[in-house]
T-cell receptor, first 112, second 113 residues
Framework: AQRVTQPEKLLSVFKGAPVELKCNYSYSGSPELFWYVQYSRQRLQLLLRHISRESIKGFTADLNKGETSFHLKKPFAQEEDSAMYYCALSPLSGGSNYKLTFGKGTLLTVNP | DGGITQSPKYLFRKEGQNVTLSCEQNLNHDAMYWYRQDPGQGLRLIYYSHIVNDFQKGDIAEGYSVSREKKESFPLTVTSAQKNPTAFYLC????????????FGEGSRLTVL
């Protein structure tokens, strides 16, 4: 079974401070991990995926298989980063049973 | 304008009535998904379909039904058997057999009176 845990429902930081949104997962096979973001009044959209190893809008996330974690980090938070963030997991191999399992989300608020 | 269109955006229903939510995509994606979004619960998968005329139950399929007669369309019916139907429903699509990006619609909010 696939499971994603985001331990923080709410996270509040000040502008310019570092931010880390935690994500832990449980999956017996090889996973692919994602972060999705939902800004106010916008559609849920992909922020980044571990395979691409990109930095998007200053955010990075490293897959730690030993700790089964995929924490999202940004060194200097901006007010426009305020949004709901979801961590998600899928089987790496794809196939007919491919599906994306989401965590419960973390609402990030960046205060001025 | 490519994307996913969900309708209606807002829907009210009386208890005991079935209601169907529409989801259409013109991205030429093979796979489509329905999620339910509740405060504090995140997104939970209701049904998904990877090809036409085939679909699988997700984690919370009870009280819901779907059909996939066309590649572009994946309607969701919320039946009277769904005990707690008031929620925000999201439809998404993706390429088949690729671990990749899901594209989401704007959602439909269903309220049962």
């Amino acid at each position: 079974a696939q499971r994603v845990t985001q331990p923080e429902k709410l996270l509040s930081v000040f502008k310019g401070a570092p931010v880390e949104l935690k994500c832990n997962y449980s999956y017996s096979g090889s996973p692919e991990l994602f972060w999705y973001v939902q800004y106010s009044r916008q559609r849920l959209q992909l922020l980044l995926r571990h395979i691409s190893r990109e930095s998007i809008k200053g955010f990075t996330a490293d897959l730690n298989k030993g700790e089964t974690s995929f924490h999202l980090k940004k060194p200097f938070a901006q007010e426009e980063d305020s949004a709901m963030y979801y961590c998600a997991l899928s089987p790496l191999s794809g196939g007919s049973n491919y599906k994306l399992t989401f965590g419960k989300g973390t609402l990030l608020t960046v205060n001025p | 304008d490519g994307g996913i269109t969900q309708s209606p955006k807002y829907l009210f229903r009386k208890e005991g009535q079935n209601v169907t939510l529409s989801c259409e995509q013109n991205l030429n994606h093979d796979a489509m998904y329905w999620y339910r979004q509740d405060p504090g619960q995140g997104l939970r998968l209701i049904y998904y379909s990877h090809i036409v005329n085939d679909f699988q139950k997700g984690d919370i399929a009870e009280g819901y039904s779907v059909s996939r007669e066309k590649k572009e369309s994946f309607p969701l019916t919320v039946t009277s058997a769904q005990k707690n139907p008031t929620a925000f429903y999201l439809c998404a699509s993706s390429k088949y057999r690729e671990t990749g990006e899901l594209f989401f619609g704007e959602g439909s909010r269903l309220t049962v009176l």
